[in-house]
Every structure is written in structure tokens, then in C-alpha cells.
């Protein structure tokens, strides 16, 4: 069963930093875009950041400076440094995969069960 599985969410106090990891799993044939996205309460979800099997990443221009996106493609992982954070990240974040699987094999967007991030003034 093909599933993302997220990690590394909690409190964390207004400057501080965490770091989110998605783990993709099953039978998969290749990764291509990853990308982190976050819902607050009361707003739409947003793309945070996301970057591509090559390693070209974009940012919301709300993060820009403060996170970092990276992937380790031979784990199926991908990362989230999230530095100097806000109250204003307070937000489920959700790990996003577009996976080829499947037989016939097609491409398919695969998303990870959220993970609560709350930072505190």
C-alpha cells in the first residue's frame, strides 16, 4: 500500500525551529514534484514550498528566507527546515507526492495525513 507518512510537527515558541520529514512507501516507481502545503484555521490551504525530482525548489513568498525544502530521493524523502518561525505558521502541514505506480503505470498525487505545527508568541 503506497502511503506518505509525516513527521517532526509540535509547539515550538515564536524564533524557534522545526524540521518536517515525509517519508514516501510502497510499491512506487518513481517520484516526480514534492512539496510541503499548510492549512490554517478558517483559511484555504496554501503551497509553503515544493521542489522537483532535480532539485529545483519555490517558496510562498511568506517563508522565503525562513524555510528550507530538500529531498533525499534514494529514501523517497522530503524535508522541511522551517527557521524562525511565526505565530502566523500556525497550520496542519501536509506533504504532497506526484508518484508513478501502478500497472499500467500512471502518475498520481499521493497526500501525507498532516502534521500540527503551533508556534506560541
Known amino acids: 500500500q503506497v502511503q506518505l507518512v509525516e513527521s517532526g510537527g509540535g509547539l515550538v515558541q515564536a524564533g524557534g525551529s522545526l524540521r518536517l520529514s515525509c517519508a514516501a512507501s510502497g510499491s512506487i516507481f518513481s517520484i516526480n514534484d514534492m512539496g510541503w502545503y499548510r492549512q490554517a484555521p478558517g483559511k484555504q490551504r496554501e503551497l509553503v514550498a515544493a521542489?522537483?525530482?532535480?532539485?529545483?525548489?519555490n517558496y510562498a513568498d511568506s517563508v522565503k528566507g525562513r524555510f528550507g525544502i530538500s529531498r533525499d530521493n534514494a529514501k523517497n524523502t522530503v524535508y522541511l527546515q522551517m527557521n524562525s518561525l511565526k505565530p502566523e505558521d500556525t497550520a496542519v502541514y501536509s506533504c504532497?507526492?506526484?508518484?508513478?505506480?501502478?500497472?499500467?503505470?500512471?502518475?498520481?498525487?499521493?497526500w501525507g495525513q498532516g502534521t500540527q505545527v503551533t508556534v506560541s508568541s
Open positions: 504532497n507526492a506526484h508518484l508513478l505506480l501502478g500497472i499500467p503505470a500512471r502518475w498520481r498525487d499521493y
Open positions: 521542489i522537483t525530482s532535480g532539485g529545483t525548489s
